[in-house]
């Protein structure tokens, strides 16, 4: 299952456009990492983004323009209603022709200005400052998890060693660990 690689032009493309039509979205994952450190580490194979709920259908049909269209569902997925009555996904893989893949995760703001997870989660909660992350890609400012969230969201499984070494730059430049004082679990090497 070899698609292409999400290119730094691509994640520019789609972040611009998504901002263009008021489609609020924060980088997460590898690329979240990258806009952090302000500088590509290594290849992605998708660009992860936390949405709100209500801009899911608008989302969908602005990357369907670009030939993007429903991958899969995450088994964290739920469906709900949004604001328009319209069900909708919250946890989902959206890939182009070329397989390309943009990975959502929707989320509802609260009356702190907070992230609640609209997946199905073990309480997870993006606090107000979680959600103010600013970062770079290719000179292009862009919003995403702070730091301290996205070590957050990459405890509770094993890590593959590029996702361990993304972890390990964050420390390095934020001059933070896990704040559950866990460390990482490593994959096993064979």
Not at 154 to 171: S, V
Request: hydrophobic share 40%; net charge negative.
């Amino acid at each position: 299952m070899g698609g292409k690689k999400v290119r730094a032009e691509d994640v520019i493309r789609i972040y611009q456009n998504l901002s263009a039509h008021n489609v609020q979205a924060w980088l997460t994952g590898g690329w979240g990492i990258d806009a952090l450190l302000q500088t590509q580490t290594r290849p992605h194979k998708d660009l992860d983004v936390i949405i709100l709920v209500e801009d899911i259908v608008r989302m969908r049909e602005l990357l369907s323009h670009d030939g993007y269209d429903l991958n899969h569902l995450w088994p964290e997925n739920s469906w709900i209603v949004d604001a328009n009555g319209v069900e909708v996904p919250t946890a989902f893989v959206l890939q182009d022709s070329e397989g390309r893949e943009v990975d959502a995760h929707a989320i509802r703001l609260d009356d702190q200005g907070g992230g609640i997870p609209a997946w199905l989660n073990d309480g997870l909660v993006f606090r107000m400052e979680d959600l103010a992350g600013k970062g770079m890609i290719a000179g292009v400012a862009v919003r995403c998890l702070s730091p301290e969230m996205q070590m957050v969201c990459h405890e509770g499984y094993d890590l593959p060693d590029e996702q361990f070494r993304d972890l390990e730059l964050l420390e390095e430049k934020f001059d933070i660990q896990s704040p559950h004082g866990n460390p990482f679990s490593r994959r096993s090497l064979p």
